[in-house]
């Protein structure tokens, strides 16, 4: 069944709630064979691409344990292991997405092709993590339905929630799962609600995921990325309010 999240107006929004964008690339698990030549060249690749890191100085050793580089700026983060490769974008760093998460995506292509000589991949996953914080006016304690009025649309309350929790999931406070399938692709919405213990803040979290389950090219990887970007700004806009895109606008507070 074809996603169906209609087609919303690109715009680049005054304010916004996104905290964190994480991209995923699954490949076949890769074993070491010349350990010395791996290491030159994970070296040469760390200071070809992370300069400005904190990590120029390690030694690959991708068989034990995964390795994890970070600009100083604590913005960026990438990991790199024997099947899988990410990175992680804070909202600091972020301004669009082909600004700011396409050139992450070439980094671990490269990782894929100059240092383990990857050249195709299984499986991509897309997640952006919007949060909401509320501060009580008095003593009385914020209802999560209430909000989950304000911050979601009909359509997100009202929709079928997923029946399948993992055993975390099941331990998280009011939280509703969602999912639809197009072919080789999946959409998950998780939204949770947070009550505070002493800070007084509450928070309401929106993450929503598109993952592709599809063998592909290392030169296919970024326009499939920009793809699921697309359907992934869709979705978004179909899970909020019109009070969220107003207030992302501009025309409210």
């Not at 799962?177 to 309401?204: L, M, N, R």
């Not at 296919?220 to 978004?236: A, G, K, P, T």
Request: a negative charge.
């Amino acid at each position: 069944m074809a996603f169906d999240f209609g087609n919303h107006m690109r715009r680049e929004y005054k304010n916004t709630f996104l905290q964190n964008v994480l991209v995923e690339i699954d490949f076949k698990e890769w074993n070491l064979i010349d350990r010395e030549d791996v290491s030159r060249k994970w070296n040469e690749f760390v200071v070809s691409n992370f300069n400005n890191s904190n990590e120029t100085n390690l030694s690959v050793d991708l068989l034990e344990k995964p390795i994890r580089v970070s600009r100083k700026d604590g913005f960026c983060s990438f990991f790199f292991s024997r099947s899988v490769v990410s990175a992680v974008v804070g909202a600091k760093d972020y301004r669009t997405f082909v600004d700011s998460v396409i050139p992450q995506i070439y980094k671990l292509s490269k990782f894929l092709t100059d240092v383990i000589s990857i050249n195709e991949v299984t499986r991509l996953s897309l997640r952006k993590i919007n949060i909401w914080q509320f501060k009580s006016k008095d003593t009385s304690p914020i209802q999560s339905e209430e909000v989950r009025k304000i911050l979601f649309s009909n359509a997100l309350i009202t929709h079928e929630e997923s029946e399948v929790l993992n055993e975390e999931e099941r331990n998280i406070g009011d939280m509703h799962k969602y999912e639809w399938e197009d072919g080789d692709k999946k959409a998950i919405v998780k939204t949770f609600f947070i009550s505070p213990k002493q800070t007084g803040v509450f928070a309401q979290i929106l993450d929503s995921e598109l993952q592709m389950t599809k063998s592909i090219q290392i030169d296919q990887v970024q326009d499939n990325f920009i793809e699921l970007n697309n359907i992934l700004y869709n979705l978004y806009h179909w899970c909020v309010s019109e009070s969220v895109i107003d207030i992302m606008i501009g025309n409210q507070k």
